[in-house]
């Protein structure tokens, strides 16, 4: 079973920056879709943004523009970089890796991001 393990969350006035990083337990990289998912107190849990095993990306319409995912391979570690935060980005940011084979997804424990001043 694949274990995701998130940190980089905190506290941010809006317009700040935060880099979350999530490190997988194997590395999946060239068989998931690695992503990250957020939610917010009272809402659902929401999709942010994608990679793709070949390295293309998506992203919500939210986010685009100010979020930045990228991985290395080489430390195993996936980036989600947010920029220009907004009080409405705060949330539980959630990793995801989800296997387009099985339609297995496995989950981070999640790690707290707030935008206040």
């Known amino acids: 079973q694949v274990q995701l393990v998130e940190s980089g969350g905190g506290l941010v006035q809006p317009g700040g920056s935060l880099r979350l990083s999530c490190e997988p337990s194997?590395?999946?990289?060239?068989?998931?879709?690695m992503g990250w998912y957020r939610q917010a107190p009272g809402k659902q849990r929401e999709w942010v943004v994608s990679?793709?095993?070949?390295?293309?990306?998506a992203y919500a319409d939210s986010v685009k523009g100010r979020f930045t995912i990228s991985r290395d391979n080489a430390k195993n570690t996936v980036y989600l970089q947010m920029d220009s935060l907004k009080v409405e980005d705060t949330a539980v940011y959630y990793c995801n890796a989800h296997s387009p084979w099985n339609d297995a997804d496995y989950w981070g424990q999640g790690t707290q991001v707030t935008v206040s001043s």
């Open positions: 990679m793709m095993n070949g390295g293309d990306t």
């Open positions: 194997e590395s999946i990289f060239s068989i998931y879709i």
